[in-house]
């Protein structure tokens, strides 16, 4: 086989992948600069590239200057700054010439030949190639030019690369790529353009997407987000689609033996971009089946593979990258396509950051995924068409139902932007982010739902899930920068209860998380009773029978969807604070919360009082629900064994007495997670008067205790904590409350183990933050929106001299 070097084909005009870099970015531009970096440096981490060369710069002007497209450029121009001529008509008029302009003949005469050459190399005669864009300014690090330029697909034949190539120069000119210039500050004959020439890989049968190497909501630097649909990835890119979203853990891809993805969400993939079949269109959409649809594009081992291809290619670069894969449905090998510097977290400090909260949420009208971290509020403005985009009031709340490079002139003057399709990796959702305009993107119908004018709020600072609600809603904003922030003796741990939210908090400085809820996942994610997905035959009700099916169709058995989505929640929960330890609560439901559940009420009697009734431990070895402990079991077992998080700590809540804590550690060891075993802890959650009375006895069966003070207060005080009659007498600060948190911190110390405590009272009460400091407390664990006040009141307990009572 030729090499490019022995045929003599780099030259003034084309420079072949493999012996192009980074340093070519004047040359060939920052796309096809990378590609050769990729192909020539990361080979050895078993990254694969598609085969192919690029013009170059010098070509680009060369074909300028042969046609005397400068001064078409320059007057073009002149006249719609002039205002002599709309953005359009300038930009159609420069497009024009470039489309009826001739190459000069050395320089089709290359094209021609490296063609010629990369077909032999793939041994077909007419290869198909796609044909790319790739300016001299385009991603670099303070700009994406995501889509600014034109990309071809199967392309074949000598005559179509070339008219390819005419396509890509002439989209130099198109109005948004004008438009982004000129925000950026780029001058227009500045700009370059390089034009890739690359074998297509067969992902029209296959598969495609993006992915970035930073999470791209919260800047979480330890995460890798990939998106993934069947066919071409422009649909991704442009948002076209809802894709599926996977998020694995980078620092524990070293091991071999571990599998560490934290998230896997299917998409609707309603629709896929494939080659067409005769006719003069290149690609053409089409519906995907309804398997497609229900089934997961990647398996793990693929998802890996990226994630570790991702890893390999940031740390070449030195920053984070955003990348575009493709899987060729013919051979199941995958490729990366593309590589480019990711231009949004990675220019934000890692210290400061913003955090917006709702003082009262309101009537939810959307929901979809959330861009961006803030708020924003303003009147709908429905833009259903592009033509339509010079009818956008500045200001508004954009809702469209998706966007791509045309839309970015009214994109920047929005205050907001909602979008029926596209997922976070969409075009929408890429420059919303550079740009700093809040947006839900893929909420379905939002074009439909929202009503033009009408004032709303948006919110993208409640987690994954964004939310445009009715009306304009009361928020504050605090900005803070953690690295001004105190350290304490104290350990001051967070609350956390959702997945999707954890990785906004990862910036504070927190040792660990002191309680993860597991019933959140439980009721928002998974949504069916436990039991009734260990026996669905006894789920007699139709319509929630059918509900539990289509919820669990892509899993081997019903058990399974929940052990998944269990154990993928509670690694998302433990991914922002690894190594520190995480406290994950077994189970605490009562049973009229239970009931509530799909399928809940066949598994479920009626309780007087719930809250001291089946509850907790009581449950764990029941006959009427071990076996849905079981499955909870399963899903620890998973985080910490297959997953890797063995920073994950199991707490056991509401254990009234020494025997059922030996019964439960008894169940939990006879399902493979015993105490000591490959590093686990198991805690106990301090919140029965009986666990202070024989603190000492418990402390033995336990490594930790956390103090569970709403419980306590209500079992200690005789106070229903749900009671408004007699919510002036619940207070964690009573004497006979503090007592008893005060024995049971001595009792901890004296045997060795830790103890803590979960809850607000010390972010409401300063002087108990500082009666607990005052008694040796390990730890405090708080909710993430309380946790910056509370800090320097904990601090200053800390160095207030000792003194007695309250």
Same mark, same amino acid.
């Given at each position: 086989?030729?090499?490019?070097?022995?045929?003599?084909?780099?030259?003034?005009?084309?420079l072949?992948?493999?012996?192009s870099?980074?340093?070519?970015i004047?040359?060939v531009?920052?796309?096809?600069?990378s590609?050769?970096?990729?192909?020539?440096?990361l080979?050895s $981490?078993?990254?694969k590239?598609?085969?192919?060369?690029?013009?170059?710069a010098d070509?680009?002007?060369?074909? *300028?200057?042969a046609?005397?497209?400068?001064?078409?450029?320059?007057?073009?121009?002149?006249?719609y700054?002039s205002?002599?001529?709309?953005?359009?008509q300038?930009?159609?008029?420069i497009r024009?010439s470039?489309?009826?302009?001739?190459f000069p003949?050395?320089?089709?005469?290359?094209?021609q030949?490296?063609?010629?050459?990369?077909?032999q190399?793939?041994?077909?005669d007419?290869?198909?190639?796609a044909?790319?864009?790739?300016?001299?300014?385009?991603d670099?690090?303070?700009?994406s030019f995501?889509?600014?330029?034109?990309?071809?697909l199967n392309?074949?034949?000598e005559?179509?690369?070339?008219q390819?190539?005419?396509?890509?120069?002439?989209s130099?000119?198109?109005?948004?790529?004008?438009?982004?210039?000129?925000?950026?500050?780029?001058?227009? *004959?500045d700009?370059?353009l390089?034009?890739g020439v690359q074998r297509?890989?067969?992902?029209?049968?296959g598969?495609?997407?993006v992915?970035?190497?930073i999470?791209?909501?919260s800047g979480?630097?330890r995460?890798?987000? =990939?998106?993934a649909a069947w066919?071409l990835?422009?649909?991704?890119?442009q948002g076209?689609?809802n894709p599926?979203?996977?998020?694995?853990?980078k620092?524990?891809?070293?091991?071999?033996?571990l599998?560490?993805?934290?998230?896997?969400?299917?998409?609707a993939?309603?629709?896929?971009?494939?080659y067409?079949?005769?006719?003069?269109?290149?690609?053409?959409m089409?519906?995907t089946?309804?398997?497609?649809?229900r089934?997961l594009?990647?398996?793990?081992?693929?998802?890996?593979?990226l994630?570790?291809?991702?890893v390999?290619v940031?740390? /070449?670069?030195?920053?984070p990258m955003?990348?575009e894969?493709a899987?060729d449905?013919?051979?199941g090998?995958?490729f990366?396509?593309?590589?480019r510097?990711?231009t949004?977290?990675?220019q934000?400090? $890692?210290?400061?950051?913003?955090m917006?909260h709702?003082?009262h949420?309101?009537r939810?009208?959307?929901?979809?995924a959330?861009?961006?971290?803030s708020i924003?509020?303003?009147?709908?403005?429905? =833009?259903r068409?592009?033509?339509?985009?010079e009818s956008f009031v500045?200001?508004?709340?954009l809702v469209?139902?998706?966007?791509?490079?045309?839309w970015v002139?009214?994109?920047?003057r929005?205050?907001?932007?909602?979008?029926?399709h596209?997922?976070?990796?969409?075009?929408?959702?890429?420059?919303?982010?550079e740009?700093?305009?809040?947006?839900v993107?893929?909420?379905?119908?939002?074009?439909?739902?929202l009503k033009?004018?009408?004032?709303?709020?948006?919110s993208?600072a409640?987690?994954?899930?964004?939310r445009?609600?009715e009306g304009?809603?009361?928020?504050?904003?605090?900005?803070?920068?953690?690295?001004?922030?105190?350290?304490?003796?104290?350990?001051?741990? =967070?609350?956390?209860?959702?997945?999707?939210?954890?990785?906004?908090w990862?910036?504070?400085?927190a040792?660990?998380?002191?309680l993860?809820?597991?019933?959140f996942?439980?009721n928002?994610?998974?949504?069916v /009773?436990?039991?009734?997905l260990?026996?669905p035959?006894?789920v007699t009700d139709?319509?929630?029978?059918?509900?539990?099916r !289509?919820?669990?169709v892509n899993y081997e058995?019903?058990?399974?969807y929940?052990?998944?989505v269990?154990?993928?929640?509670?690694?998302k929960?433990?991914?922002?604070?690894h190594?520190?330890?995480v406290?994950?609560?077994l189970?605490d439901?009562?049973s009229?919360?239970?009931?509530?559940?799909?399928?809940?009420?066949?598994f479920e /009697?009626?309780e007087?009082?719930?809250?001291?009734?089946?509850?907790?431990?009581?449950?764990?070895?029941?006959?009427?629900y071990?076996e849905g402990f079981?499955l !909870?079991?399963?899903?620890?077992?998973?985080?910490?064994e297959?997953i890797?998080f063995?920073?994950?700590?199991?707490m056991?809540?509401?254990?009234?007495?020494?025997?059922? $804590?030996?019964t439960v550690?008894?169940?939990?060891?006879?399902?493979?997670l015993?105490?000591?075993?490959?590093?686990?802890?198991?805690y106990?959650?301090?919140?029965?008067?009986?666990?202070?009375?024989l603190?000492?006895?418990?402390?033995?069966?336990?490594?930790?205790f956390?103090?569970?003070?709403n419980?306590l207060?209500q079992?200690?005080?005789?106070?229903?904590?749900d009671?408004e009659?007699?919510?002036g007498?619940?207070?964690?600060?009573?004497p006979a409350?503090t007592?008893?948190?005060s024995?049971?911190?001595?009792?901890a110390?004296?045997?060795?183990?830790?103890?803590?405590?979960?809850?607000q009272?010390p972010?409401?009460?300063p002087?108990f933050?500082?009666?607990l400091?005052r008694?040796?407390?390990?730890?405090?664990?708080?909710?993430?929106?309380?946790f910056?006040?509370?800090l320097p009141?904990?601090?200053?307990?800390?160095q207030?001299?000792?003194?007695?009572?309250?």
């Amino acid at each position: 086989m030729y090499s490019a070097r022995e045929a003599s084909l780099n030259s003034a005009h084309v420079l072949w992948f493999e012996d192009s870099g980074i340093q070519d970015i004047p040359s060939v531009g920052g796309k096809n600069a990378s590609l050769g970096e990729l192909t020539r440096s990361l080979r050895s $981490a078993g990254v694969k590239v598609p085969d192919g060369f690029a013009t170059t710069a010098d070509a680009y002007r060369q074909f *300028l200057s042969a046609n005397a497209l400068e001064s078409v450029i320059s007057l073009s121009l002149d006249d719609y700054h002039s205002g002599r001529s709309s953005l359009r008509q300038a930009g159609s008029a420069i497009r024009e010439s470039f489309l009826s302009a001739e190459f000069p003949a050395d320089f089709a005469r290359s094209v021609q030949e490296s063609y010629s050459m990369l077909c032999q190399r793939a041994g077909q005669d007419q290869l198909a190639v796609a044909v790319r864009s790739s300016a001299t300014a385009e991603d670099l690090p303070d700009a994406s030019f995501a889509g600014q330029q034109e990309t071809y697909l199967n392309i074949s034949g000598e005559r179509g690369v070339l008219q390819a190539c005419r396509q890509c120069y002439a989209s130099l000119f198109t109005d948004r790529a004008i438009s982004y210039r000129e925000i950026k500050g780029f001058g227009h *004959l500045d700009v370059a353009l390089s034009v890739g020439v690359q074998r297509m890989v067969r992902s029209d049968v296959g598969a495609s997407g993006v992915m970035f190497s930073i999470d791209t909501e919260s800047g979480f630097p330890r995460s890798v987000l =990939i998106s993934a649909a069947w066919g071409l990835g422009e649909t991704v890119v442009q948002g076209t689609i809802n894709p599926d979203k996977y998020q694995v853990f980078k620092p524990l891809l070293g091991d071999p033996t571990l599998v560490p993805v934290i998230q896997r969400e299917v998409g609707a993939k309603e629709r896929k971009m494939v080659y067409s079949q005769g006719g003069t269109a290149r690609t053409q959409m089409m519906d995907t089946s309804d398997q497609e649809r229900r089934s997961l594009v990647l398996t793990d081992p693929e998802v890996l593979k990226l994630a570790r291809w991702a890893v390999a290619v940031e740390e /070449h670069y030195g920053r984070p990258m955003d990348m575009e894969w493709a899987k060729d449905g013919v051979t199941g090998e995958l490729f990366m396509v593309q590589a480019r510097p990711e231009t949004v977290q990675a220019q934000l400090s $890692a210290s400061t950051f913003r955090m917006h909260h709702l003082r009262h949420p309101g009537r939810i009208l959307a929901t979809g995924a959330a861009v961006g971290e803030s708020i924003t509020q303003g009147p709908v403005c429905v =833009i259903r068409d592009a033509g339509d985009i010079e009818s956008f009031v500045e200001g508004s709340i954009l809702v469209t139902q998706m966007t791509d490079p045309d839309w970015v002139p009214v994109m920047k003057r929005a205050a907001g932007i909602v979008t029926d399709h596209g997922g976070p990796t969409s075009h929408a959702a890429i420059v919303s982010r550079e740009l700093g305009v809040p947006a839900v993107v893929g909420t379905g119908n939002a074009t439909g739902l929202l009503k033009p004018g009408a004032q709303v709020t948006v919110s993208c600072a409640e987690g994954e899930q964004g939310r445009v609600y009715e009306g304009k809603l009361e928020f504050d904003v605090e900005e803070v920068d953690v690295g001004t922030l105190p350290s304490t003796r104290t350990d001051v741990m =967070i609350n956390v209860a959702s997945p999707s939210a954890a990785f906004r908090w990862w910036r504070l400085p927190a040792a660990g998380v002191g309680l993860a809820r597991m019933e959140f996942i439980i009721n928002n994610l998974i949504r069916v /009773h436990p039991m009734a997905l260990v026996h669905p035959e006894r789920v007699t009700d139709a319509a929630e029978a059918r509900s539990i099916r !289509e919820l669990t169709v892509n899993y081997e058995s019903p058990e399974e969807y929940f052990v998944s989505v269990l154990a993928t929640g509670i690694a998302k929960i433990a991914a922002p604070f690894h190594p520190k330890p995480v406290v994950v609560r077994l189970s605490d439901f009562k049973s009229n919360e239970y009931a509530h559940l799909m399928g809940g009420k066949f598994f479920e /009697h009626p309780e007087e009082n719930p809250m001291l009734g089946f509850r907790g431990a009581a449950r764990y070895y029941s006959k009427e629900y071990k076996e849905g402990f079981e499955l !909870e079991l399963r899903a620890l077992k998973r985080v910490r064994e297959v997953i890797g998080f063995t920073n994950v700590i199991v707490m056991v809540p509401f254990c009234r007495t020494v025997h059922e $804590a030996e019964t439960v550690l008894a169940v939990m060891a006879a399902h493979g997670l015993v105490r000591g075993n490959n590093g686990l802890k198991i805690y106990m959650m301090c919140e029965v008067p009986s666990n202070v009375v024989l603190a000492e006895q418990f402390a033995r069966r336990f490594d930790g205790f956390s103090i569970g003070s709403n419980d306590l207060t209500q079992l200690v005080l005789g106070v229903d904590r749900d009671s408004e009659q007699l919510a002036g007498l619940f207070d964690e600060r009573d004497p006979a409350v503090t007592t008893m948190i005060s024995q049971v911190i001595t009792e901890a110390h004296a045997a060795g183990i830790k103890i803590g405590l979960c809850g607000q009272g010390p972010s409401n009460h300063p002087d108990f933050a500082g009666f607990l400091v005052r008694e040796g407390i390990d730890s405090i664990s708080l909710n993430p929106d309380t946790f910056l006040r509370t800090l320097p009141m904990i601090l200053s307990a800390e160095q207030r001299p000792a003194q007695a009572g309250r």
